[in-house]
C-alpha cells in the first residue's frame, strides 16, 4: 500500500510534476528499443495510480502547486535512476544473482540485530527508493510495521509490487545509458509482505512519523541541509529507540555548505550526539558498488552510524 504523506499545498506540484515527467518519457521513448514497452507499462500504470491518488485527494491535476525539491532528488523520480537503483538493490534476488550490493544491505540489517534493543514496534526506512531495505526488515521482524518513505513514485511502485504483492516484476539493468544497447531484463518474484507498506514523502518538507528504529542510507547527502535532515531524523525516533545510519559522506566539494556538513565521521558523531543520540557504533570501510557493466564498477566507501535515543 502507498499512502501520501505530502503537505496539502505541496500535492498539485507533486501529483502534476511527476504526471507530467511520466508521459514525457512514455512519449520519448524509441518504440524500437527492445524494452520500451516495459518502461511504457511502469509509466502508464504511474498515470494510472497518479489519477487514482489525485482523486483521492481532491488534487486539481490541471493546477501547479508549491513545493521545494532539490535537483538531486529530482533526478531519483526519473526511471532510468529507478530502474538503475532497483537492479543494484535487488540483483541478488533475480536471475542474475550478483551479490555486489549485499555488504551495504546485510550490515544495516546485523547492526540493528546487534544494537536495537526488544522488538521494534514501528520501523521507518526515510529515502527507500525501490525498497530493498524495508523487504530485509520487515522479513527479519515479521511482527512490526515496516515503512518506507521516498519521493520518487515509480521507485514507490516498485517497491510495493514487489515487497507486497505475489506478482513478477521485471528490472532493468543499468546499462541503459550505453551507446551499445546492452541492456537486459531480469525477473524477481514478489514477497508478499503484509507488515510492510510505503509513502510519499519529501524528507525537506515533511516531517517522518515516529518511530523505534529508522533505518536511512545513502539518502541524507542528497538533501541540501544535513543539519536539518539529521534533526528530522532525531526527531522521529523515540526515546531509547535506534537509529541506523549510512551515507557516503564528504566526497563532492562542489555541493554547497549545509550539504557538507556529514564530511568525517567526527562530524556524523557530533550531528548525532547534538540531536539527542548516544553513539553505539560508528565505522567506515564497507563498499558500495556500482556497477555500470560487467567490466566496469564504480566503488564509494559506506560510512556507518548506530545511535540510541536519550
Ligand atoms: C541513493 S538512493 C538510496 C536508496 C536506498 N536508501 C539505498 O540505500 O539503496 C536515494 C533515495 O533518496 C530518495 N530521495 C532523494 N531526495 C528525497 C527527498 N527530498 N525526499 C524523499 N526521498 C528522497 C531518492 O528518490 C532515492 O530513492
Redesign the pocket.
Known sequence: MITCFLKEKERNQYFVSQKSYLQKAIAALDDFWIHSGMIKAWCTEGIEQIDKFAALHRVNLTEWGEGE??E??KK?TQWAETMR?AFF?YSRFTEKKYARSEA?YSTLVSLAATWHQGMPEKIIIP???PG??VLDFARIYKNSQVEG????FL?LLLADRIVCSDKRTALLRRDVYSEDDISAKYLVEGFSLSNAEFGI????TCEIPECDLLVC???VN??PNHEAAVRKIADAVRSDGTVIFADLIGWRLDRPQAQRRLNSDASMKELFEMFGFQTLDLFSGVPYIEAESDDQETCYKEHFYVGRKR
Open positions: 525539491i532539490s538531486k532528488t531519483y537503483l538493490q551495504l529515502g527507500c527508493g530493498r531495505s518513505l521516498d519521493y520518487s521507485a514523502s519529501n524528507l525537506i542510507s545513502n539518502t542528497l538533501l
